[in-house]
């Protein structure tokens, strides 16, 4: 992740003011989509509502120009939104069809490794009976001549045998070549489909992995484990400001400030989606993770953001968030669910502080 675009200078400055007219933004967002249900004629289903809450919050600029350009031309009808869900809201399944792709051919290229063994096995046992009748022979009186034809059968089945080992070799070698390929786009591959593409941090499909590891090993150590949900402030006023490509910047930006931060205490972020992240903390309990969050939120809103090519200033970027830490009743939605309660106390009360669960 690179943070070409962007120039953070001044830290430690006081954070910026917050804007009083978007502490209702919450609220607006509903109203945009019960205004695009009304004026689309869809019906407020699972899919269409999800397909509206990623719209108005921006979360995908090129979703959000495809619904543009559907609602324009009175095209957006159920089909289109399944259409735009398989293109835009599939990610991490795109991901899992190309593991499950790469193991299959991990498979098949075992059957076929294990072919190419039961040939040298078969090659093998031919030139053991080849030996074995030449011994027998060899037991009986032989003239010159009949010498002679034994020699130059046993010489012609010693000729195949090398050329079988020869060629195995070979085929080994070259197995262990694909398999070596394989297991690094299978790596690849693996990674890419629990990463977050834009940012670089875990997707939530990663992000769910790793806290059910942490979980787990928390309890059997005994041990603490917090997270945090952590939203950036007022960030599609941002996007309608300055526009999506340095809005993507932003993104990145955030997410590397806080994976540097955690990463030395042993914590993880993934994006959540949206401006939205999480951080994974081990080792950790209510207070300490608040406390590392709270640096964390500090250093992020003391810091003047500036565009790289022009230098012009983009002020400041805060994030909200909400602390808690696992419980032995909890799964991984409980958990992150008591988290993002406490992240939107953070919001009521004025965004661009941290706030942990109480409960």
Same mark, same amino acid.
């Given at each position: 992740?690179?943070?070409?675009?962007?120039?953070?200078?001044?830290?430690?400055?006081?954070?910026?003011?917050?804007?009083?007219?978007?502490?209702?933004?919450?609220?607006?967002?509903?109203? %945009?989509?019960?205004?695009?249900?009304?004026?689309?004629?869809?019906?407020?289903?699972?899919?269409?509502?999800?397909?509206?809450?990623?719209?108005?919050?921006?979360?995908?600029?090129?979703?959000?120009?495809?619904?543009?350009?559907?609602?324009?031309?009175? =095209?957006?009808?159920?089909?289109?939104?399944?259409?735009?869900?398989?293109?835009?809201? =599939?990610?991490?399944?795109?991901?899992?069809?190309?593991?499950?792709?790469?193991?299959?051919?991990?498979?098949? %290229?075992?059957?076929?490794?294990?072919?190419? !063994?039961?040939?040298?096995?078969?090659?093998?046992?031919?030139?053991?009976?080849?030996?074995?009748?030449?011994?027998?022979?060899?037991?009986?009186?032989?003239?010159?001549?009949?010498?002679?034809?034994?020699?130059? %059968?046993?010489?012609?089945?010693?000729?195949?045998?090398?050329?079988?080992?020869?060629?195995?070799?070979?085929?080994?070698?070259?197995?262990?070549?694909?398999?070596?390929?394989?297991?690094?786009?299978?790596?690849?591959?693996?990674?890419?489909?629990?990463?977050? =593409?834009?940012?670089?941090?875990?997707?939530?499909?990663?992000?769910?992995?790793?806290?059910?590891?942490? =979980?787990?090993?928390?309890?059997?150590?005994?041990?603490?484990?917090?997270?945090?949900?952590?939203?950036?402030?007022?960030?599609?006023?941002?996007?309608?400001?300055?526009?999506?490509?340095?809005?993507?910047?932003?993104?990145?930006?955030?997410?590397?400030?806080?994976?540097?931060?955690?990463?030395?205490?042993?914590?993880?972020?993934?994006?959540?989606?949206?401006?939205?992240? !999480?951080?994974?903390?081990?080792?950790?309990?209510?207070?300490?993770?608040?406390?590392?969050?709270?640096?964390?939120?500090?250093?992020?809103?003391?810091?003047? !953001?500036?565009?790289?090519?022009?230098?012009?200033?983009?002020?400041?970027?805060?994030?909200?968030?909400?602390?808690?830490?696992?419980?032995?009743?909890?799964?991984?939605?409980?958990?992150?669910?008591?988290?993002?309660?406490?992240?939107?106390?953070?919001?009521?009360?004025?965004?661009?502080?941290?706030?942990?669960?109480?409960?």
């Amino acid at each position: 992740m690179h943070e070409g675009r962007l120039v953070a200078i001044g830290e430690h400055l006081a954070p910026a003011a917050a804007e009083t007219h978007a502490a209702a933004a919450g609220l607006a967002f509903f109203d %945009q989509i019960r205004a695009l249900v009304v004026r689309t004629r869809l019906p407020p289903n699972t899919d269409v509502y999800d397909l509206f809450w990623r719209y108005v919050r921006d979360e995908d600029h090129d979703l959000s120009l495809a619904i543009d350009t559907a609602i324009a031309h009175d =095209q957006l009808d159920l089909a289109a939104v399944a259409a735009l869900r398989r293109c835009h809201c =599939q990610d991490d399944d795109v991901g899992a069809v190309e593991v499950a792709a790469l193991v299959a051919a991990a498979h098949d %290229q075992a059957e076929a490794l294990t072919q190419r !063994i039961e040939a040298g096995r078969t090659d093998l046992a031919d030139y053991g009976r080849a030996i074995a009748d030449g011994g027998a022979r060899l037991a009986a009186p032989l003239d010159a001549s009949g010498l002679a034809v034994l020699l130059e %059968q046993l010489g012609s089945a010693t000729r195949t045998m090398q050329a079988a080992n020869t060629r195995l070799h070979d085929e080994l070698a070259a197995a262990a070549t694909e398999a070596r390929e394989l297991g690094e786009r299978l790596g690849a591959a693996e990674r890419a489909a629990i990463t977050d =593409q834009l940012t670089g941090a875990l997707n939530r499909r990663g992000t769910i992995q790793t806290l059910e590891r942490a =979980q787990s090993a928390a309890r059997i150590a005994d041990g603490t484990l917090a997270v945090a949900m952590l939203d950036i402030d007022y960030f599609k006023n941002f996007n309608d400001r300055f526009g999506h490509s340095l809005g993507d910047e932003v993104l990145r930006f955030v997410a590397r400030h806080v994976a540097d931060r955690i990463a030395p205490r042993g914590g993880t972020v993934g994006r959540m989606g949206g401006e939205e992240f !999480i951080a994974i903390l081990p080792d950790h309990d209510i207070v300490a993770a608040t406390s590392v969050i709270d640096h964390v939120r500090a250093e992020l809103a003391g810091q003047i !953001i500036r565009n790289a090519a022009d230098g012009s200033s983009m002020g400041r970027v805060s994030f909200s968030a909400g602390v808690a830490t696992d419980r032995v009743d909890d799964s991984c939605d409980t958990l992150i669910d008591r988290a993002d309660k406490a992240l939107y106390c953070a919001k009521r009360m004025g965004r661009d502080r941290v706030v942990p669960d109480r409960r």
